[in-house]
């Protein structure tokens, strides 16, 4: 784990709001966002993580477990998708010309270009490249996503949610990662 994302971009700040004992909103204290660095890749941070939607605010029930060192919903883990009925925020940042593998996940996903070029690419071929303020939603899709960029890195930002597993091709959902080099079969 680091405090780093990928080389060339800020880190993100994140701000978690509570309230005090007044009832005023006030900004509450958080930890630095963990990068899960992957050399020739870069690094995704979880912003925030709540163990349910709706999301049980009480007593900031959520922001404790967020701050935990072992909770299902702590800063420090990686999971793309929280088992339901979670929700999930996650930054990732890529490396000049960096690819992840082709993946999918039991979840729909609203996914941000905010920073560089960034193809995402579909297990069918078809590709889309998305720049700043661009967006997709992905239902249970295998995907890749690819810095389009050789010399700057690029950000995306994620709220992924658990969905009920559902048909695909005569196949129930399931989570999946393919090594990097193949694409999915068809």
């Known amino acids: 784990m680091s405090s780093a994302g990928a080389k060339g971009l800020r880190l993100c700040k994140r701000y978690i709001t509570t309230h005090n004992s007044a009832g005023k909103s006030i900004y509450a204290d958080s930890p630095a966002q963990v990068y899960n ?3 020739g890749f870069g690094g995704m941070a979880r912003s925030y993580s709540v163990g ?23 800063y420090k883990r990686r999971d793309i998708v929280l088992p339901q009925p979670g929700s999930n925020l996650v930054v990732v940042d890529l490396e000049p010309g960096a690819s992840s593998q082709m993946h999918q996940t039991v979840s729909i996903d609203y996914s941000i270009c905010v920073i560089g070029e960034i193809d995402h690419e579909l ?8 720049y700043p303020g661009d967006h997709v939603i992905q239902r249970g899709t295998m995907h890749r996503w690819t810095n389009a960029s050789k ?3 690029a950000r995306f930002v994620a709220c992924s949610l658990p969905c009920e597993p559902f048909d695909v091709g005569g196949k129930m959902l399931k989570e999946v990662h393919l090594p990097r080099e193949k694409k999915a079969k068809l």
């Open 123 to 130: 297990d069918g071929g078809e590709v889309v490249r998305l």
């Open 151 to 153: 010399d700057k890195p």
């Open 37 to 39: 660095y992957n050399p």
């Open 52 to 74: 349910s939607v709706p999301a049980v605010l009480t007593a900031d029930a959520d922001v404790e477990a967020y701050r935990s060192d072992d909770a299902v919903t702590s």
